[in-house]
């Protein structure tokens, strides 16, 4: 079974860094782009980017390219989200997801990012 | 960026119903679209990919059409596991793009 459990998320300030992981298992994670997704309390959906199954290429949603930075360890079958100075309108449920060729099949259940002083 | 407008973005339906929601495209995305579906509290889940192909396990009454601008989701028979928010996705050209979503619930 396919699952992408992600972590990190939680209450920070304007300006502050914030990592977020998304561990998967169920699947031969090197075999498979992975990107992040996030869903505002409004319920919008933004894409964010997305990354190579070797992490060799990464492609971003061009608003959030310079403070937003997606990186993968297949190793330890994880994917990461960097953030750096974070803003109040990034505050949003972050999800990992699978990106075989074709959109996205799976979705973590999300992690939670609030930004606010 | 290629802009997905769906609509209605808000339905009231009954069980049994046909259900038809449209999402449209600023511009040719061919027929890389999927619909997911969530609902509340869950994270969402893909049923059609390539506009028109079913995941597996997907119940038979969900039907995706479309190509180019214009994509439809129908569901034949609405049952009452099927309230949820529908998402149209674009991954014709980056960046994706999602549409808004279009609500549905039972009366």
């Known amino acids: 079974e396919v699952q992408l459990v992600e972590s990190g998320g939680g209450l920070v300030q304007p300006g502050a860094s914030l990592k977020l992981s998304c561990v998967a298992s169920?699947?031969?994670?090197?075999?498979?782009?992975m990107g992040w997704v996030r869903q505002t309390p409004g319920k919008t959906m933004e894409w964010i980017g997305d990354?190579?199954?070797?992490?060799?290429?990464?492609n971003y949603a061009p608003s959030l390219k310079n403070r937003f930075t997606i990186s993968r360890d297949n190793a330890k079958s994880t994917l990461y989200l960097q953030m750096s100075n974070v803003r109040s309108e990034d505050t949003a449920t972050y999800h990992c997801?699978?990106?075989?060729?074709?959109?996205?099949?799976?979705w973590g259940q999300g992690v939670m990012v609030t930004v606010s002083a | 960026n290629t802009v997905m407008t769906q609509s209605p973005t808000f339905m009231f339906t009954s069980v049994g119903d046909r259900v038809t929601m449209s999402c449209k495209a600023s511009?040719?995305?061919?027929?890389?679209v999927g619909w997911y579906q969530q609902k509340k509290g869950q994270s969402p889940k893909r049923l059609i990919y390539?506009?028109?192909n079913r995941d597996t396990g997907v119940p038979d009454r969900f039907t995706g059409s479309g190509s180019g601008t214009e994509f439809t989701l129908t569901i034949s028979n609405m049952q009452a596991e099927d309230p949820a928010s529908y998402y149209c996705?674009?991954?014709?050209?980056?960046?994706?793009?999602f549409g808004g979503g279009t609500k549905l619930e039972l009366k």
């Open positions: 169920g699947f031969t994670f090197s075999d498979y782009w």
């Open positions: 390539w506009a028109s």
């Open positions: 990354i190579k199954y070797d992490g060799s290429y990464t």
């Open positions: 511009q040719n995305v061919g027929v890389n």
């Open positions: 996705l674009q991954h014709n050209s980056y960046p994706w793009t």
């Open positions: 997801t699978r990106r075989p060729y074709g959109g996205f099949d799976y």
